[in-house]
């Protein structure tokens, strides 16, 4: 008994007292300045686009297809990001004593997930067209590495002083400095020490760690359970929001208000309707039609590239044969999810 009452006081031993932060946001190679905050943007597009890749891969399409598609998503999505943040906060660049010029500052940090979403998925749209991929094949394969990239960029908030919550004494309390934005760094008093400003919830901490929940229930959901195609990208789209409405207002930072509600939570109750609206409309459409493999390179089912459905070679000009299945036929409407020519087939999950 007396060893069980030590526990307590053994754990809160074993924790840490705070959760530190960057003094310095900034670091120069020269006249070269390298950003904590884009060094982690960069790098959670870099693990969304090798993710996306792979499940692509594993659908049939061939290598390189992620990145020539990301080549128009990525520029848009940092587009919209941009535009959505200086639309809900405009009063740094557009308001009293703004500095319009700081518009284009993304450096210093202001990308809003909503517009970097709804902007990209246009550069996707754009993407698959040029490249002949399902965009519902391409948004269910790029859901996860999405929610992922989300919770790597959150940490260049942290890197920046930013996005926390209310005063708290926990332990895992984020020490935050007073901060100066223009030189990236915290500002020092007379002996050259950071000023610490306080210790607060890391609300950034908290929505990277529900992004990372989300993109192992989106991988876990498509290998699962049987989908229509779009279904695993709708349920991000559900998903995201629930933990941004709680940790939304859980947020300390200055924000417009709508009828006492910080802006970035009516926007999460839309989108979420947005996301049920999609996973309906989703399950409804037909599926579209599944990449044929490059000859000679193996298909994501283990076989050696030909088509197996009636047990013979595929076509002799590398498209696969259709099924004699009268239920497998080719698309009747030519939208933008089918390809004319390849046979279409049903697939059950998307993983």
Known sequence: MSLLANVPAALGAA???EIPSPSVGVWHLGPLPIRGYALCILAGIVVAVWLTQKRLEARGHRKGIAIDISAWAVPFGIVGGRLYHLITTPQPYFGENGDPWKAFAIYEGGLGIWGAVA???????????????????????????????????????WFNNEIYGAPTDLPWRLRIYEWDTSLGRAVVDAQGNPI???????????????CLLLAAFLIWLGRRRPLKAGQVFAAYVMGYPVGRIVIENMRTDSANLILGQRVNTWVSILVFILGVVLWRRFGRMEQPVAPTAPKGIDGADGTDGTDATDGTDGAEDGQTAAPEDSSVEGPADGSNDTSPGVAKVDRSTQS
Do not use: S
């Not at 550069?123 to 990239?149: E, S």
């Not at 610490?196 to 529900?210: D, I």
């Open 196 to 210: 610490v400003k306080g210790y607060f919830h890391p609300t950034f901490l908290y929505e990277a760690l529900w």
């Open 15 to 17: 924790l840490p007292a």
């Open 119 to 157: 902007l990209g998925a246009v550069g996707a749209w754009i993407g698959c067209r040029k490249n002949g991929v399902a965009f519902r094949d391409f948004v269910d394969a790029a859901a996860p590495g999405l929610a992922i990239a989300q919770a790597m960029g959150r940490f260049g908030n």
